[in-house]
């Protein structure tokens, strides 16, 4: 290979050989002179295309297809030219540079077309270069020079991540992957799991209990997840009725007195809570605007007045100090319950960090545009980070996550997206050049991920995520099945 060109941090590499690499490889180039070294990314192949080369190809088809005979070519020119025809391009972004050993930024040099010694980078001699190790390794897949590829559970800490790709692209599959190595490294996560196929963590595909069976617990909203009024407390119950159940602000001063009134007496529940309100001297609209809201949350089944039975996050975490997975099976719930399940845990969540009654906890949120309000995005991504609630949103649709997320996302798990407009949106994502994921993004194989940002220390990697061992539930059910 050879540097053919440079633009701004784009570099054009010219092959003439059959060299062994491919969009989202690692190219080392060695000035031999000053012995400095630069870092480039290949982010896209092309030919080499050069008029007259095109004109050469015509004339050589139309030749071949009007004579029979061979062409007498004793100096073997047309091979030449066959090798000329097949040269590449290889576009890539610097991505850094090495001074005597050492990783640097300043990239502000050019290696010499002459003297450059051009050799492919192994992601795992990377790796040794950036120092990218931790304590809590979580095996994601493989390189394209099949080594073993890993990220730590360190750099999702505290972070904000996204993973993003067209339908059936592997996405749950990854997230499931992440939350598994996640509690087996001893951490609180809770899921909102909109296939109920979580679940299948607890088991290997053996029929086995797999290593974290004992640390998952699932739990339906109205079934296993209910609380009682007392332990919510007024600030989350006020939540949910002003986000999840649009409850005008007169109608939340009369609650607030009921609740209140109630409250001094100690006698929280949802019945006396019903007889207060029927028996309450208000306004017969604002009476109508609560007792709505009474049906709704009486239909949930979310509240319970039996304290034994409500779910108390402190407890669970007590209980299962090795780490946990908390899955809110929300497959079956209607779109309003999954909306006040979601704000009552999180809100629940928040008032316990705030007290320092509970660790932090990351929070895997499948399709979270179907049940988080839109302001919701900027608290997970500011006040909740800071309390110690580390989000990864896991959706097909990135226009549902809003611009502000994507400037201050720490990681992005990328699978394939074809479609324009959702590549056009991603592209966005700063830690990124635009080109790059465009360009590796469309042409990504199924079961292949991008991944973007600190736990690749912003060294852009593509990888092939493994096979995992766990039962995979949530597969999308089909009318015609291939009988065997
Ligand atoms: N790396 C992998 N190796 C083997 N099978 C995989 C891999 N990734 C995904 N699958 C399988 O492919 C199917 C689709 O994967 P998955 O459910 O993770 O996709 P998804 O992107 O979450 O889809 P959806 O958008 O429908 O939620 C599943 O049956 C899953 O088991
Ligand atoms: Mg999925």
Redesign the pocket.
Known sequence: MRILSKEGNELVLLSITDDAVEKGDYVLIEDIKSKRKLIVQVYEEEYLNIPSLIQDIVKDEIVKASSREGLHDPLNISNLSVMVRDAKLFKCKIRAAIYNGILSNNVSWIPSRVDSKITKLKVSDLDVLLARKGMFPIDI?KTSDNDQFKIYAEDLDGSLNV?T????????????TLVKKLVEHGAFVIVFD??N?YGGLAWNRDGTPSTINERISIKEPGSGLKFALNYTGKGAIVNMLKYALDMPTASMREFFRIWDWLNARDSLGIERLGNAITNWNINEHVRDALISRLYSIQASKLFTDDSTKSCRFEEIIKQNKNGLALVVGMGKTSSIVRRMTVELVLSKLIELLEHDSIPPIFIFA??AHLYLRETYWEDVITRMRHFGIYTTF???QPDAINDSIYRQVDNIFL?NFTNDADLERISRVSVVDTDTIKSIVRTLP??HCFVVGKAVRDLPVAI?????QVL?L???KKFFKIKN
């Open positions: 897949g993973i790709g067209k339908k059936e692209s592997g996405k749950s599959h990854l997230a499931k909109l296939n196929e499948e399709e896991i959706t097909n699978f199924q079961r092939k995520i493994t096979d995992s995979t949530g597969n999308t």
